[in-house]
Each structure stands twice: as C-alpha cells, then as structure tokens.
C-alpha cells in the first residue's frame, strides 16, 4: 500500500535522457524531503539521492533530483546500460504512515 | 565503512515469531542523531519500511505493523533485532538492515545490507 506513486516503467536508449515521476501530498513530499534508491538485480538497494537533489559520494552527475509541491522527480541524464534497474522514491510521512516509498519505477536500457 | 549483515531462519511457519539479527560495523548506535532500521520487500512488489531505533534507544513503527513488530539495539554486540510475530505468507519476503542518517525526523536510509529472505510456509 505504498503512499506515493510512481509510473511502473520507463525506458530509453543509451545516451537518451530519462525521468520518473513521484506523486505524493502535503504531509509527504509537500513537507518533508524526497530520498531516491536504486536498486540493481540481484543487490542490496542503494541510496542515489537524499534531501530532494543532493548526491551522496560515489554517485555520477548524470542523476539529478528535483521537487515541486507534492511531486518530485528524478532524471538520468545520458543513460547508460548499466542503469536498468528499479528506482524508488521515499519521504516521512508526518501522517501515521512512517517512511513511505514509492510504487517503484523500472527502468529499462533498450 | 559501514556494513550491515542480516541473519536469521529462511524459513518460517504460520502464526510463528521471526526474530532477525542484524551485525553492523562502523558506527556506534549510541547518538541520537543516527540509527539502524527494517525494510523489507516481497517478491515482485515495493519495498516497505518496517522499523527504526535511535542511538538514543528512541524508536519507530510501521503504522500498519506495529502490533506485531519490535525492534531492539544491544550496543556492545553491535547488534540490532526485529521481531516480528504471527507470520503470515504475505510477510514472505527480503528483510533488509539499512543505517540510518541525516536528522532525527527526517534522515534516510544508506548503506544496507544485503538481504535476508524468508519464506512463510507450513
């Protein structure tokens, strides 16, 4: 039953430019800061982006965050293969829901 | 560098308790400002946060689970335990120990470990 909402896929091909979509509400996205994880077959899930746009060491500039409202958004600039994976969004919830992730996002190289 | 490392029974029976132990390295646990916590995922759906402990022994639930779930730091063994009682197969999952970071309210999750999975069948 996951509080925010994600497209279940998207795709491209090497080079292109990708964004996913994560539609939240106010006592979500709309107060609380967006953290995004990636997560590669067959690994443990890992961090790509905490406090809406920030890139924890390690991670290429080709991800970038943004948000807006109660929605926020990642892009992958210059895709490359190594990038299919599932990507979630996450916020606090000042509701009584906790940590919240997104639906999840699969990403596909074609 | 952090590590986290879950163990536990990869199979577990209707109605019973599951008890996971987490080994973490790196960090000490003891300030508020950091913790250690539960995601799981079940096959083929989101992932799904379960619980977090504080340093400061400070802790937080699922809404939808707190009935049914507890978590526990023993800073000296640099270990955290969930359990999580009256399995079902629809808690059939990966159990995952992540880090916990950034601010008491508002952190996140980052590294984590690689992934404990349990089967709920009788």
């Known amino acids: 039953q996951s509080v925010l909402t994600q497209p279940p896929s998207a795709s491209g091909t090497p080079g292109q430019r990708v964004t996913i979509s994560c539609s939240g509400s106010?006592?979500?996205?709309?107060?609380?800061?967006v953290h995004w994880y990636q997560h590669l077959p067959g690994t443990a899930p890992k961090l790509l982006i905490f406090?809406?746009?920030q890139r924890p060491s390690g991670v290429p500039a080709r991800f970038s965050g943004s948000r807006s409202g109660t929605s926020a958004s990642l892009a992958i600039s210059g895709l490359q293969s190594e990038d299919e994976a599932d990507y979630y969004c996450?916020?606090?919830?000042?509701?009584?829901?906790?940590?919240?992730f997104g639906t999840g996002t699969r990403v596909t190289v074609l | 560098q952090i590590t986290l490392k879950e163990s536990g029974p990869t199979l577990v029976k209707p109605t019973q308790t599951l008890t996971l132990t987490c080994a973490f390295s790196?960090?000490?646990?003891?300030?508020?400002?950091?913790?250690a916590g539960w995601i799981r995922q079940p096959p083929g759906k989101a992932l799904e946060w379960l619980a977090l402990?504080?340093?400061?022994?400070?802790?937080r639930y699922s809404p939808s689970l707190t009935s049914r779930l507890s978590i526990a730091k023993d800073t000296s063994k640099k270990q955290v335990v969930l359990t999580l009682t009256n399995m079902d197969p629809v808690d059939t999952g990966t159990y995952y120990c992540?880090?916990?970071?950034?601010?008491?309210?508002?952190?996140?999750?980052?590294?984590w470990g690689q992934g404990t999975r349990v089967t709920v069948s009788s």
């Open positions: 992540v880090h916990y970071s950034g601010g008491y309210y508002f952190g996140w999750f980052d590294p």
């Open positions: 790196g960090f000490s646990l003891s300030s508020s400002s950091e913790g």
């Open positions: 402990i504080y340093g400061n022994d400070d802790k």
């Open positions: 106010s006592s979500n996205i709309g107060s609380n800061t």
């Open positions: 406090r809406n746009n």
């Open positions: 996450a916020a606090w919830d000042d509701g009584p829901n906790g940590y919240v």
